[in-house]
């Protein structure tokens, strides 16, 4: 649980509450029951402020102190504008309404110092703005690297004045938007913030993923080798009649587990310091939070928007992307999928040099199955290996199971004495017979599948 476990990267989406878009009381006990130690939380700046000048952040301090109860460290997304003060914002919540214009940014900087203030000493991680770099959440102007840099450059002394040592988060890009971060840099945002988070949405979580991370980080490197990158928000729907991101795609329930498993390996492996899963909850009602109330007799919609091209179109009105269904609140298969991996991969776990190697006979398909093409990711744990094989298609293609050889080199560091395999999907552990010889092991006829399966040792698993 969170409370047992001490630090994890692995954290949750607690986002939209500003807008009511789910109950968080009933969230908090299948929270800690997952295993995570952060939640993103976003801090509505029209739910606090209703009367100028007056705040009331009684909501925020209930959120906040009963997430740290339960174990779990809430971070701030310092976000969304106020219709007060904008009064063209098409609804309430300001939704993508940023303080970049002559009436909006001393209010947001009282705002914000009123709220740094009162948070002091409970949350530390602040986060400047959500998806900057795209229309949607840029209003009124249009989204300029220079533009986000000054927004960051306006708020994060406003924080620092009440927090000295808070960890600020620049970003919270759409996509992995290379040019876009770099031209922020360049712009100085380094100079103001310590993380660089970004959201990640793509079909197939491999594509492209290590190229992109490998780019953004040549440019923290040039500019701020200290920045780390954290992956601040991503999700997938569990249902075809969803909204949001990567909606115009068929979805279940088991393919959003298996794409859950394959996007946190994917972060994991590659060092991303902070993973994050969109949502906790399934948000229903969704297009209130974006526009004027439709009529009943009229059929609501959202736009989306494709993180890949950035293309906006229209989607259904609720958002299917939490592990936990509403209004029954009762867990999906992804909330157990993530709950093993909360067990496996918190601060104890580390990435380690276990080479693999594959062989296998499979037959011809549109899938196109084959050795070379298989992922892996090798971590340790309590002085074990713990390594994980998949093979990449997106999940809509509910690959069948093959059969692979898989040797893998283990170092005299670590130790495989009882070796086992471990179904992250649905938790189930098996005893793995192999060959062992020169510092190797040798399996045979293992189930190759469109998610990660993990090998390590019996020890792994007992210790937790």
């Known amino acids: ?60 301090d209930e959120i906040v102190d009963t997430l740290r109860g339960h174990g779990i460290q809430p971070w701030f997304n310092l976000t969304y504008g106020n219709q007060l003060y904008s009064p063209q914002a098409i609804n309430a919540f300001a939704v993508g309404w940023a303080p970049i214009t002559e009436e909006t940014r001393q209010p947001w900087l009282r705002f914000v110092r009123a709220l740094a203030e009162h948070f002091r000493g409970r949350v530390q991680h602040w986060e400047i703005w959500n998806e900057p770099n795209i229309t949607l959440f840029w209003k009124p102007k249009k989204p300029s690297p220079a533009g986000y840099a000054e927004l960051v450059k306006l708020t994060a002394p406003a924080i620092r004045a009440s927090i000295p040592d808070a960890v600020l988060i620049g970003g919270g890009f759409s996509g992995a938007p290379v040019s876009f971060l770099e031209g922020c840099l360049d712009a100085g945002m380094a100079d103001h913030v310590d993380r660089i988070s970004f ?63 394959r996007r946190v390996l994917n972060d994991l492996r590659l060092k991303v310091e902070h993973v994050s899963w969109y949502n906790v909850a399934d948000q229903l009602d969704y297009a209130s939070g974006w526009r004027k109330q439709r009529p009943q007799s009229e059929k609501p919609e959202v736009t989306t928007v494709d993180y890949g091209t950035g293309a906006q179109t229209s989607a259904r009105n609720n958002l299917y992307f939490g592990l936990l269904r509403v209004p029954g609140y009762t867990p999906k298969p992804s909330y157990f999928a993530y709950q093993n991996l909360c067990a496996l991969f918190d601060s104890q776990t580390k990435t380690a040099d276990v080479p693999m ?32 094989y998949w093979f990449p298609v997106a999940v809509q293609k509910n690959m069948p199971t093959q059969a692979v050889d898989v040797t893998i080199a283990v170092k005299s560091d670590l130790m495989l004495r009882k070796p086992v395999l471990v179904n992250p999907l649905n938790g189930n552990v098996s005893k793995l017979e192999g060959e062992q010889s020169a510092g190797q092991w040798k399996f045979t006829a293992l189930p190759l599948t469109d998610y990660p399966m993990l090998i390590t040792d019996a020890a792994v698993v007992l210790l937790g």
Request: glycine fraction near 8%; proline fraction near 6%.
């Open 1 to 60: 649980s969170s409370k047992t476990i001490a630090a994890s990267p692995l954290g949750i989406g607690f986002e939209t509450l500003d807008r009511r878009f789910f109950d968080p009381e009933k969230t908090y006990e299948p929270l800690e029951k997952l295993g995570i130690k952060w939640a993103r939380v976003q801090t509505g700046w029209s739910r606090c402020e209703t009367t100028k000048g007056k705040y009331d952040f009684t909501w925020l």
């Open 199 to 261: 959201h990640p949405y793509r079909l197939v979580p491999e594509s492209n993923y290590v190229q992109d991370v490998e780019k953004m980080r040549a440019l923290l490197a040039h500019h701020k080798p200290s920045l780390a990158l954290w992956q601040g928000e991503c999700g997938c729907p569990s249902a075809a009649n969803s909204g949001g991101a990567l909606s115009k795609h068929h979805w279940n329930e088991p393919q959003q587990a298996r794409w859950l498993l």
């Open 357 to 388: 190697q594959f062989a296998g006979d499979f037959p011809e398909s549109e899938l196109d199955v084959s050795v070379e093409k298989i992922e892996q990711a090798a971590f340790a744990r309590v002085g074990c290996p713990l390594v994980a």
